[in-house]
């Protein structure tokens, strides 16, 4: 006899993985967001957080923090791929790869040699914090920049890039109104796996000796603290700044879909 799944059954095991690792521990998060150390419901732990000028702080760094990791991440990336994608070399594959060997030695090997040469360019690398911070993060994420941007330059219809050269464009403006609008997905994409784990990647700064707190340290010195209620709310705040990003970036992918349908 045969055993037949239906797909509502094949769906069981992620549902039951979604609701063990992803709702459970959101509802614990938000649990203590919202109570006070003795359990009570309370609104002071938000309160407190956008009322206290040393966290308002630490979220604004990181927000910059993050954001001029981006840009630099983005005016490396773009080029970089553009040229892998578009150039025609034959190991293209190859040169891709050298972008992306770092992802596979660790993390913390990886920023222990930047330090090494950052300390070896600057002498003392504690006089420059913030730099040393996106150079730093820059390096980490890079890669999560390239890949998207590159995949979507493979995927670029020719054929428009030549139709446009056809009807008397040059180089300038085949680039700003055709390859830009049409890789517009691939920046949405790298921009978000770039900016949203920047802002809490404080190892980074931790190694390069910067003391100025991100959003990630001050949520781990609360839980070490033992201060749950603290630490789920700041949680709890990046949660609602990644949903406003997600929204902002949505709508920006409809924004490319009508551009696409405007170039066809």
Request: with cysteine; net charge positive; hydrophobic share 50%.
């Amino acid at each position: 006899m045969k055993l037949r799944f239906s797909r509502s059954q094949l769906c069981l095991p992620y549902a039951v993985f979604l609701i063990l690792f992803v709702i459970a521990p959101l509802i614990v998060i938000v649990y203590y967001a919202f109570t006070n150390g003795q359990g009570n419901f309370t609104f002071d732990n938000f309160v407190n957080f956008f009322s206290n000028g040393n966290t308002i702080g630490t979220l604004f760094y990181s927000l910059f923090l993050s954001l001029t990791t981006t840009v630099v991440c983005l005016i490396i990336a773009y080029p970089t791929a553009y040229i892998l994608a578009r150039s025609g070399f034959k190991k293209q594959y190859v040169l891709l790869m050298l972008f992306i060997l770092p992802m596979w030695i660790n993390f913390t090997l990886r920023i222990t040699a930047l330090k090494e040469v950052l300390t070896a360019i600057e002498g003392n690398i504690s006089l420059y914090p913030f730099l040393n911070s996106v150079i730093g993060m820059a390096y980490d994420f890079l890669p999560f920049m390239i890949l998207p941007l590159y995949t979507c330059f493979q995927k670029l219809d020719k054929s428009l890039l030549e139709a446009a050269a056809d009807l008397g464009a040059n180089k300038f403006s085949v680039f700003l109104h055709v390859t830009l609008p049409l890789s517009v997905p691939g920046i949405v994409s790298g921009i978000t796996m770039v900016l949203l784990p920047s802002m809490t990647n404080y190892v980074v700064l931790d190694m390069l000796y910067n003391s100025t707190y991100i959003m990630g340290s001050l949520i781990g010195s609360y839980f070490k603290a033992k201060d749950w209620n603290n630490g789920s709310m700041i949680s709890l705040v990046l949660l609602a700044i990644i949903f406003i990003v997600t929204l902002i970036t949505n709508k920006f992918s409809d924004k490319d879909n009508d551009a696409r349908r405007t170039i066809l």
